[in-house]
């Protein structure tokens, strides 16, 4: 029988604590990499590290849509990054440095051309942006 990760339980299996302890034995990014490529798929790579981004360009606030165009990610997996950023176990807001509603209290937006702008009234604003200006 196929083992299964659940909610309650994924973070007590010895499978999982044996990855964990693995890629804390790397001692570089080199070794990090290595052992992944041997680990995983390319496809498996490509969307971990698609996911990355999205999380990276969610708490930069870049539009769901100006993600999945920049990354190539459907609205879909934005989405549910985007879940995980807000309510998961706080990995993406650990390594990437944000709090919850992403990284909203920016002055200067960040667009996908990689050209900064600053917020005025043509800028696209989000709703939590819009209330956390008028805070």
């Known amino acids: 029988m196929k083992r299964r990760f659940t909610e309650e339980s994924w973070r007590k299996e010895p499978w999982f604590k044996a990855l964990c302890s693995a890629f804390r034995q790397c001692k570089s990014e080199e070794e990090v990499g290595s052992f992944l490529r041997d680990i995983a798929t390319l496809g498996e790579l490509q969307a971990l590290s698609e996911r990355l981004e999205v999380a990276r360009l969610l708490g930069r606030g ?28 706080g990995g993406y807001r650990n390594f990437l440095k944000v709090h919850r509603h992403h990284d909203m209290r920016k002055l200067i937006k960040v667009e996908p051309s990689g050209e900064a702008k600053s917020k005025n009234k043509n800028s696209i604003q989000s709703p939590l942006q819009k209330y956390l200006e008028k805070s």
Not at 66 to 89: C, D, K, P, Y
Request: glycine share 8%; aromatic share 10%; charged share 20%.
């Open 62 to 89: 870049y539009s769901y849509r100006q993600i999945a165009a920049e990354t190539g990610a459907s609205t879909t997996t934005v989405t549910r990054v985007a879940h995980f950023l807000e309510n998961g176990e």
